[in-house]
């Protein structure tokens, strides 16, 4: 696959960078992929900016930074107003539909996700909406197995948090297939 | 660090992480800190890994007596680091000089953020160049500066600041920054039967015949350094010494310490020169950078390459002692440097033009940090100073 660059926006404390590790984490550990994973946040320890960004190229990577991203997962409003604008043309948006409001863009596929009330719904807990988005963006873009996917939650996620956590990612993978009509 | 029972010794980690596992691999038994940014998860992962392997990690009351201690675990045979940021090392470079005289081997690491001062304490700057090296009081300072541009390299070098630290006999810093530090990358940590380890010399002869100093064939490496408390007498203090460690204050003393410390270095220069050269051969144009914005800097001479520019890049490995030769030798074949760094005072730039010897005209690509520069920064620049705007 040629250079993919995602990145990963919201508060700190939604998980965001988690879920970016566990995307970087599958592509070089079990998919034999590069990946670089960078971050940037505030001097909060939660509920500042943050930002998680990732790299995925089966080349090896030079720079490591994400200017352009062709993934975009927005987890606030103030995210999305302030990074919108970098993402490619003809980008892919995934967002959270109960917190963050979009604006017309038309060569940008924006695609909402109820990741968080989702989180709440299916396992009583808002803590994986992380792993809720991360399972609508394996589905849609193929960047990763799924099950490989599965296997690194598994691997990597707080011991007794394991089935919730897939549970999440399963719910993303479907709510995708539900939005999009491709189930 | 997240655990990979896939893969073995494979792991998608930070630069931090790796310094801590370098650091292990070496043989770093002994570890003092104090907390800051964007050095913590080198303290933290230390933290958590020394149980396992039988070392000792303190967080201790300031920099000062982190580095401190660190100087005396040394001198009583252990392998130690201490690491910290530019607010930090600030602090620790007192005790360096005490490292750097009496010839105490440990690693000291800068996770540079950006300055001055606490500056924004979360993001990258590259303004130590000068602090690592200049910066302990009095001069004569021979110091060692390694900078790593990825994640595995951060562990790679950590090995290698240990071995030369122990060959030099001197504190050698691992000059870093919060980009490497932060980034996750993928690092394979080899068996430790592929590693080399230089572990501490011991004397062979008596403690009558022994001088702790090699002044009087000033430049020697790989001395002896016997542990304190192994009947060796050693005298470890602030003041001047003679060859046997006691204090003096006669000019001769002084300066054939500092010559052999100045020497310890200088002389070895074969062994201290350590660049990435990158298709120099038909350049026209160069590009050096090093640490964090090697990275951008390389994806923009690649990109030149592809509009057909005979472009070129060289990166400081071991970046003190300067690689003056393979610099002049780069401004001898180009007409133009162009040096990418996150400083305004132009740090890096002021040392390649110094070696370039006016071979080449030389241009410093400036930032304050927060951000490494992005490739098409690095180009845009280049194409500018190669139509002579």
């Not at chain 1, 939650?153 to 399963?170: C, H, M, Q, S, Y």
């Not at chain 2, 990418?340 to 005072?345: H, V």
Request: net charge negative.
């Amino acid at each position: 696959m040629a250079r993919t660059e995602l990145r990963f926006a919201g508060f700190g404390g939604q998980g965001l960078l988690l879920a970016g590790i566990m995307l970087g984490t599958a592509a070089t550990i079990l998919d034999c992929k590069n990946a670089a994973q960078t971050q940037s946040y505030g001097t909060e320890a939660r509920g500042g900016a943050s930002q998680c960004n990732v790299v995925i190229d089966d080349e090896p990577i030079t720079y490591v930074g994400v200017v352009n991203p062709d993934i975009f997962v927005c987890m606030s409003q103030e995210a999305y107003d302030k990074l919108i604008v970098d993402v490619r043309e003809n980008g892919l948006v995934f967002y959270d539909s109960d917190l963050v409001k979009i604006k017309e863009l038309p060569k940008t596929r924006q695609i909402p996700i109820p990741a968080t009330k989702s989180a709440i719904d299916i396992v009583g807990r808002k803590i994986v909406a992380n792993m809720v988005i991360l399972g609508s963006v394996i589905e849609s873009t193929g960047i990763l197995d799924a099950d490989l996917m599965k296997m690194c939650i598994r691997e990597n996620v707080p011991k007794g948090t394991e089935e919730i956590n897939l549970k999440a990612f399963d719910k993303g993978r479907e709510l995708y297939r539900e939005i999009t009509g491709k189930a | 660090m997240l655990k990979q029972e896939c893969s073995i010794n494979k792991y998608f980690v930070q630069g931090d992480e790796a310094i801590a596992e370098g650091a292990i691999a070496a043989g770093c038994r002994y570890f003092a800190g104090y907390p800051i940014t964007p050095a913590s998860e080198i303290s933290e992962t230390i933290a958590r890994r020394f149980p396992e392997v039988g070392g000792v990690a303190i967080q201790m009351e300031d920099e000062l007596a982190s580095i401190h201690s660190v100087g005396g675990a040394s001198a009583a045979g252990m392998k130690a680091m201490t690491v910290s940021s530019g607010p930090g090392i600030s602090l620790k470079l007192e005790g360096l000089g005490w490292g750097i005289k009496n010839e105490l081997p440990y690693v000291v690491v800068d996770v540079q953020r950006a300055g001055p001062s606490n500056g924004v304490a979360t993001r990258v700057g590259q303004g130590d160049l000068y602090t690592v090296k200049y910066g302990s009081a009095g001069g004569n300072n021979s110091i060692i500066a390694l900078s790593p541009m990825n994640v595995q390299e951060a562990f790679d070098l950590t090995v290698d600041c240990f071995n030369l630290s122990e060959i030099f006999r001197t504190p050698v810093f691992l000059l870093t920054d919060e980009t490497v530090g932060h980034t996750r990358e993928l690092l394979v940590i080899p068996d430790p039967s592929e590693l080399k380890i230089v572990p501490r010399r011991k004397p062979t002869v008596p403690p009558s015949e022994f001088l702790m100093y090699p002044l009087n064939a000033p430049g020697t490496i790989d001395h002896p350094f016997p542990n304190i408390g192994e009947g060796y007498g050693i005298c470890v203090s602030p003041y001047t010494h003679t060859a046997k460690g006691y204090a003096t204050t006669s000019e001769m003393d002084q300066d054939k310490m500092v010559t052999h410390l100045v020497r310890k270095v200088t002389d070895h220069l074969d062994r201290l020169t350590r660049v990435q050269e990158e298709m120099l051969d038909d350049a026209e144009y160069g590009i050096i950078a090093y640490g964090c914005e090697a990275r951008p800097a390389m994806e923009a001479m690649k990109k030149a390459r592809s509009a057909g520019i005979k472009v070129g890049f060289l990166r400081p490995i071991i970046i003190w002692p300067f690689p003056d030769e393979p610099v002049y030798r780069m401004a001898c074949k180009v007409k133009k440097i162009l040096v990418p760094e996150l400083n305004r005072d132009g740090q890096l730039s002021r040392e390649v033009q110094r070696a370039a010897k006016g071979q080449a005209e030389v241009y410093h690509l400036g930032s304050g940090g927060v951000e490494t520069h992005q490739p098409v920064h690095v180009y845009d620049e280049l194409m500018r100073i190669i139509q002579g705007k």
